[in-house]
Structure formats: C-alpha cells, structure tokens
C-alpha cells in the first residue's frame, strides 16, 4: 500500500520533530499557520527561536529534498515567522532551518541545515 502525500509530511514532521528533540531543542509548535503560509516546526534551543520546512522524500532521483524550498516558499514561512513573533512576542533571535529526510524507513538520512536561508531586507 503506497503513503498519500498526507501521511508521507506528516512522517517526515514525526522524524525531523524528534529528531530536534534529540538536540535538546523544545518543540513550540508543529504546523503553525498563518494566512496561505504555513511553518512546519516552530522549535526553542535556547539561543534561537526556530522555523523549520520539513522536506522528505522517497529518493534523491529528482533532486536533494532541501532543493524543493523555493524562494516563494521562503518569502512565506517568512511573513508567518514574522506574524508568530509579533503574537507570542518572542524576544529571541529567529533563524530559518531545513531539515531534508531522504529514504524510507528503518533506511532514512537526516540533513538538518541550520541558517537554510535569511530573510531579505
């Protein structure tokens, strides 16, 4: 039986959530949403606030997973990373994090890339 497309992100948000956890990383939120944007995984380290895409797929045949986060993308987890710091009135310093999950399990790789990409001015 094939995975829908549903159930295959939210697998990839399971493993990159623990994954974090496994960091010492303290999950603040899991598909925040704002407007037609949505953040993946909002995390707490301590030292950042985090906004994490989740990207997983089956194989690299078509490219590295992180290669699918587009500069539109971006510009959107942006503007809601944006609207969720102004609501919680987070004081900490934000970065923008990918985590690429390639492969099926027990089989996966883990890329966690933190400063993926910065906002713009």
Do not use: C
Not at 10 to 22: P, Q, W
Not at 34 to 58: C, G, P
Not at 63 to 87: D, H, M, T, W
Not at 89 to 103: K, L, S, Y
């Amino acid at each position: 039986m094939s995975l829908s497309t549903y159930s295959i992100g939210k697998s990839g948000e399971s493993i990159a959530s623990t994954h974090l956890i496994n960091l010492g990383f303290k999950i603040l939120e899991r598909n925040w949403q704002f407007s037609h944007a949505e953040i993946d995984i909002i995390a707490d380290n301590q030292e950042f606030i985090i906004f994490v895409e989740v990207k997983y797929r089956k194989s690299n045949t078509f490219g590295a997973p992180e290669s699918f986060v587009s500069r539109k993308k971006q510009a959107l987890i942006i503007r809601a990373a944006n609207a969720y710091i102004r609501q919680k009135n987070v004081q900490t310093e934000a970065r923008f994090d990918i985590i690429a999950i390639t492969g099926m399990e027990p089989n996966q790789q883990i890329d966690h890339i933190p400063f993926a990409f910065y906002p713009t001015l």
